[in-house]
């Protein structure tokens, strides 16, 4: 079954850089869209970044200029590098992937996945 780990989470402080990694493992896929979405207490999960199989990238206002996205299609795995951090960046970050073939499995059929989530908490 596919997975996506996720890992490069944890604290630092403001101003500081953090630099996420999620790897794809199991089931060989293609994925169409890979990315990153985070939510913060109290809040809905938003939509970072991301960035297509072609190499086209999306970012939030809040985030563009600071975080860059990229991907390795031949690793399956997408990146998200984070600089000039601030405490509003705090939040629980998902590796999102949405693959081009459905994928049946025991619990049904799915072309869409989610890592666990990664912290990233970002101190004054």
């Known amino acids: 079954q596919v997975q996506l780990v996720e890992s490069g989470g944890g604290l630092v402080q403001s101003g500081g850089s953090l630099r996420l990694s999620c790897a794809a493992s199991?089931?060989?896929?293609?994925?169409?869209?890979m990315g990153w979405y985070r939510q913060a207490p109290g809040k809905q999960r938003e939509l970072v970044a991301a960035v297509s199989d072609g190499g086209n990238t999306k970012y939030a206002d809040t985030v563009k200029g600071r975080f860059t996205i990229s991907r390795d299609n031949a690793k399956n795995t997408v990146y998200l590098q984070m600089n000039s951090l601030n405490p509003e960046d705090t939040a629980v970050y998902y590796c999102?992937?949405?693959?081009?073939?459905?994928?049946?499995?025991?619990?049904?059929?799915?072309?869409?996945?989610w890592g666990q989530g990664t912290q990233v908490t970002v101190s004054s």
């Open positions: 199991g089931e060989i896929l293609t994925f169409s869209t």
């Open positions: 999102h992937a949405r693959a081009t073939i459905v994928v049946v499995t025991s619990d049904g059929e799915k072309d869409e996945y």
